[in-house]
């Protein structure tokens, strides 16, 4: 079995040309099984949320954007490292500015949606978060993150227009 550990330090960590830390992450969701015919994309998708490594509030896998790798990459890493989960990536839902909670300072976040293909049983920061997939509308109500909020909306459009093209080309 090969073992897994999350990257520590910040030693190649990306900064903006202000100084401001990159922060890259995802969106984890699948289709839920026993609703994936709704037309309504709320109730067809289930979103994965982790605890903060204090334990309080649901939040979406982010973390430092490194310089050996692209976005994608780093968004993919986070994802294995915090929530134990890979899968295919699509393009970025944005780009946003927050302060973060614990230093007295402004991060430049990036999230991408994240459509699950596997969920691993051991993954690097399995004793220090929990994982729970929710509904959109528990994730809406739960999350604290204004701007991952943001994304989920994002999400959820695309994901609803993605569903009308579908329906209306096999009409």
């Known amino acids: 079995m090969m073992s897994l550990v999350a990257r ?26 026993d609703d994936s015919s709704s037309d309504d994309p709320d109730k067809a998708v289930e979103v994965l949320v982790i605890s903060s490594q204090k334990g309080n509030g649901m939040l979406f896998p982010k973390g430092g954007w490194e310089t050996d790798e692209t976005k994608k990459q780093a968004a993919l890493r986070e994802a294995l490292e915090e929530a134990g989960v890979q899968g295919n990536i699509e393009r970025r839902l944005g780009k946003w500015k927050y302060k973060s909670r614990s230093h007295d300072t402004i991060y430049e976040g990036i999230l991408f949606p994240l459509n699950v293909t596997e969920e691993l049983v051991h993954w690097p920061e399995m004793e220090v978060r929990n994982r729970r997939w929710v509904t959109v509308a528990e994730a809406r109500e739960g999350c604290q993150h204004l701007w991952m909020r943001e994304a989920l909306e994002r999400l959820m459009r695309r994901l609803s227009n993605s569903s009308k093209s579908r329906t209306t080309s096999e009409a």
Not at 8 to 31: A, D, H
Request: aromatic share 12%; with cysteine.
């Open 8 to 33: 520590e330090g910040r030693q190649l960590q990306r900064y903006s040309s202000n100084g401001r830390r990159l922060v890259v992450g995802c969106i984890p969701y699948k289709f839920n099984v």
